[in-house]
């Protein structure tokens, strides 16, 4: 009989002990599809923007998808990024959705952003999801809310954050034009030009910009190959 | 041996049901409950209460080592009636529950999804071969989102959610007597009143304050609260329960 339904650290359904153990050879690594990537999110008070590149590539050095959408929605009112490993962030996605789902089911109520991203640190931190570093993007009873999640599991939240290789670029966008009180229509072009801003110069990022708005009513993503359509 | 019991035998294991589709065993608890002194608990408007008969067998015995009403979390009491050694292993497992979530997602417990996590743990002991139910009721009261809840555990496994409940000893009687007194809009120190009422309406002798246990959980601090024996003798006195005569 067991005392506890759940380790507090691991999803409930299969047990981290049960997945492979895939270490890499050191040149394996090449072949293995990373986003490179850069994602943006923005809280303002009507909701969260997020915005993403993209390409994937095998170590930044070839495309090996120009057609990615590394954004996807996980609870009803929030979307988290797919950063680095792109089976990692996959696995990471399945797994956090199965666990909003259960908690639901189960209380009658969506889980809180800020328990969804504790719950998320815990699995990145304690699970094998290796070599991620998503943004978690939701609205709650509390507000807007963006967190970035580390790959040892550090939880951090902020007003605007930005993750992957092409991170500098974007940041740099953003600090010369991030201000409170945004619209969620200027919080959308100024994410996108952030993005745009690492597409031109990071060979990780590139291809187009997905948009994801995060607001009360739900999560709505799109996807554009020009950025013409939303600078 | 085997072939003459046979008929007789579904009380022997819990995991048998009878032809009428009994349990005999978690009955059975049930009557252990029954045999253990009452709990009451009040869920008013602005806080529950939950108060305990734990009246000694002997002027001897430390009254403090009489366990009846737990802490289980800041937010969160756990009153028992039944097999005080069962109660502890439960509310053992509720106070790990609630630093589980705390964990897992960083946030208080709810007094709804601890209770089913403690009933969800008590069912297994009615269909598990080998194992005896729980002789126990729990009432688990606290503070979830703002708001007051009062919830039931019984030996069976099933969750109940109540305004004003009593388990234990004389539970009918003072079931009663709470359908006939409570409301819904009464305050803290009136569920006090009434949950103390309760208790003293199935005593003949009277309320003896060293004899009952009282805490409280308020929505404004959200804190489970025990009251001093000289609060409960100074409220026992102010709503006039004491016996006629001194013991």
Known sequence: MSEFTEDPYAPELGSFEDLPQNELAGNDEDTVNKTGTTTVGIAVDDGVVIATDMRASLGGRFVSNKNVQKVEQIHPTAALTLVGSVGGAQSFIRTLR??????????????????????????ARGGPFRAIHPILGGVDDEGSHVYSIDPAGGVMADDYTVTGSGMQLAYG????????????????????????????????SGNGVYLALVTDDGVDITGYDDFDDVL | ???????????????IFSPDGRLYQVE??????????????????????????????????????IEKIH????????????????????????????????LRYGQQIGVESLTKE????????????GARPFGVALL??????????????????????????????DREEIQSFLEEEYTPEMDLE?????????????????????GVDIATVDVESEQFTSLTEDDVAERVDEFDLEGEDDE
């Open chain 1, 98 to 123: 199965s666990e909003v789902d259960l908690y639901e089911a189960r209380r009658g109520e969506d889980i809180s952003i800020d328990a969804l991203a504790t719950l998320a640190g815990n699995f």
């Open chain 1, 173 to 204: 966008v953003l600090e010369g034009s991030y201000e409170e009180g945004l619209s969620m229509d200027e919080a959308s072009t100024l994410a996108a030009r952030a993005v745009y801003a690492a597409t031109e110069r990071d060979t990780g």
């Open chain 2, 1 to 15: 041996m085997q072939g003459q019991n046979q008929q007789q035998a579904y009380d022997r294991g819990i995991t």
């Open chain 2, 28 to 65: 059975y608890a049930r009557e252990a409950v029954k045999r253990g002194t009452a709990s009451v608990g009040v869920r008013t408007a602005d806080g529950v209460v939950l108060a305990a008969d734990r009246h000694a067998r002997s002027p001897l015995l430390e009254r403090d080592s």
């Open chain 2, 71 to 102: 802490k289980a979390d800041d937010h969160v009491g756990i009153a028992s009636a039944g097999h005080v050694a069962d109660a502890r292993k439960l509310i053992d497992l509720a106070r790990r529950q609630a630093q589980v979530e705390q």
């Open chain 2, 118 to 129: 403690v009933t969800d743990y008590i069912q297994e002991y009615t269909q598990t071969g």
């Open chain 2, 140 to 169: 688990v009261g606290g503070i979830e989102d703002g708001e007051p809840r009062l919830f039931e555990t019984d030996p069976s496994g099933t969750p109940y959610e109540w305004q004003a409940v009593a388990i234990g000893g």
């Open chain 2, 190 to 210: 009136s569920g006090v009143e009434l949950a103390l009422e309760a208790l003293g309406s199935v005593s003949d002798d009277g309320l003896d304050a060293s």
